[in-house]
């Protein structure tokens, strides 16, 4: 069964630090490339970054750039989103997908990610 699960989500102060999980399960994570979304209360769902199958290559969104890390450890089927400086409009459940590619690019549209976490909730917040 194709599965990805999300964790390390929770409260933390303004100026904090998480680190998001994303375990992969089912298939070879080496053909996918891997993406980061958020969806804050009564807005749309926005990418943050993306990662490449072999994780080469890499893009981060305005809102993160500088902020966040993305990375990926295929032997262990995982993908990382290293959060620092975290701010209030952060809230957000987080989802990670994927996206099955033919060429190791960083492409991560929304609308053609193939596979999608059911997300983990990241509140910061004094």
């Known amino acids: 069964q194709l599965q990805l699960v999300e964790s390390g989500g929770g409260l933390v102060r303004p100026g904090g630090s998480l680190r998001l999980s994303c375990a992969a399960s089912?298939?070879?994570?080496?053909?996918?490339?891997i993406g980061w979304f958020r969806q804050a209360p009564g807005k749309e769902r926005e990418e943050l970054s993306c990662i490449s199958g072999s994780g080469g290559s890499t893009k981060y969104e305005d809102s993160v750039k500088g902020r966040f890390t993305i990375s990926r450890d295929n032997a262990k089927k995982m993908v990382y989103l290293q959060m620092n400086s975290l701010k209030p409009e952060d809230t957000a459940v987080y989802y990670c997908?994927?996206?099955?590619?033919?060429?190791?690019?960083?492409?991560?549209?929304?609308?053609?990610?193939?596979?999608w976490g059911k997300g983990t909730l990241v509140t910061v917040s004094s």
């Open positions: 997908a994927a996206r099955f590619v033919q060429v190791d690019v960083a492409v991560c549209e929304g609308y053609a990610m193939n596979y």
């Open positions: 089912g298939f070879t994570l080496d053909y996918y490339a």
